[in-house]
């Protein structure tokens, strides 16, 4: 079964607006990731969220991880066109593997 | 330092042939993890290997499908027999070797090979 679900499954905004998505998973983790992929490419790893953790920062990204709901949010402030791209929350437990969610596909409007 | 390289990026083989998706993990990488992603789906993890080793095939379908990672060279994740719904966008993702718990580091992916069967 899937173990990290996003959503919505698909976002638009406007440029200069903040884009909040979500992802859900199952079982207990040792991490979640966040990666983009741009339409056609590989992916790009965009922050890692330790499982004692509650929150991170990365330039314009913000994670939260809230274990005892077994869910994590993605929130991109200011966003740009150049934002447009799936999201997609992986979780890794104790055997290294990621484990994948069905991503959010995010429009930013100029 | 070079990222993940794979190659082909795009490989075409028509039903019954043979394919091989080459993977070089990034310089200093001895962990190596294949994916696949079918159209409009997230990845779904394959395999896992280090150095001449198998450490986790439970997302390998049990026929056709092989992956080795040699002392020497890149890692290959091999499909004999190839059929229509094996076409898919294959990724590879490598991390390094380091202490502490491996399933804390962070996986750097390739830009993937797009194999279309005919």
């Known amino acids: 079964s899937q173990q990290g679900e996003e959503d919505p499954q698909a976002l638009s905004i406007q440029e200069g607006e903040n884009a909040t998505m979500n992802c859900s998973y199952k079982t207990s983790i040792n991490n979640l990731q966040w990666y983009r992929q741009n339409s056609g490419r590989g992916l790009v790893h965009l922050i890692l969220i330790r499982s004692n953790e509650r929150e991170k920062h990365s330039g314009r990204l913000r994670v939260t991880l809230d274990t005892s709901k077994k869910s994590s949010s993605l929130l991109i402030t200011a966003s740009r066109a150049a934002d447009t791209a799936s999201y997609f929350c992986a979780t890794a437990g104790a055997n290294s593997k990621l484990t994948f969610g069905k991503g959010i596909t995010l429009s930013v409007r100029p | 330092n070079a990222g993940v390289m794979q190659n082909p990026r795009h490989l075409v083989r028509r039903r019954g042939q043979e394919a091989r998706l080459r993977c070089s993990p990034m310089?200093?990488?001895?962990?190596v993890y294949w994916y696949r992603q079918l159209p409009e789906e997230g990845l779904k993890f394959m395999v896992y290997l280090q150095k001449e080793n198998i450490i986790d095939e439970s997302g390998m379908p049990k026929e056709r499908f092989s992956a080795e990672f040699p002392k020497e060279g890149p890692s290959i994740l091999r499909i004999q027999q190839v059929v229509r719904g094996d076409s898919a966008a294959y990724f590879c993702a490598s991390s390094p070797v380091t202490s502490g718990t491996q399933s804390r580091k962070t996986q750097y992916f390739g830009p993937g090979t797009r194999l279309l069967v005919l």
């Open positions: 310089k200093g990488h001895s962990h």
